[in-house]
Nanobody, 116 residues
Framework: QVQPVESGGGLVQPGGSLRLSCAANGTIISFKATDWYRQAPGKQRELVAGITYGGTTNYADSVKGRFTISRDNAKNTVYLQMVSLKPEDTAVYYC??????????WGQGTQVTVSS
């Protein structure tokens, strides 16, 4: 059973930075794609960024230019570098490993709080 594990969340001031990590107990390169989602209180879970098997990335408009998704195959880890954080970025961030169009695995999430 694949179990993604997120880490790197925390409390940061507006304008600050954090780097989230999603580690997998397997070879992430074998997955079709890896996505980062977030869910703020009272809101639906939304896609933040994704990276495909081929390295193609995509971002939500709200984070373009501030967040960067990357992958280290040797470490079986996907990262989400977040800079210029805003209070509206506050949410629980989840990693989703998509093996194919039918099978995917969610992590437990890591809390990111942006507040002064």
């Amino acid at each position: 059973q694949v179990q993604p594990v997120e880490s790197g969340g925390g409390l940061v001031q507006p304008g600050g930075s954090l780097r989230l990590s999603c580690a997998a107990n397997g070879t992430i390169i074998s997955f079709k794609a890896t996505d980062w989602y977030r869910q703020a209180p009272g809101k639906q879970r939304e896609l933040v960024a994704g990276i495909t098997y081929g390295g193609t990335t995509n971002y939500a408009d709200s984070v373009k230019g501030r967040f960067t998704i990357s992958r280290d195959n040797a470490k079986n880890t996907v990262y989400l570098q977040m800079v210029s954080l805003k209070p509206e970025d506050t949410a629980v961030y989840y990693c989703l490993l998509r093996r194919n169009d039918y099978v995917a695995y969610w992590g437990q999430g890591t809390q990111v709080t942006v507040s002064s």
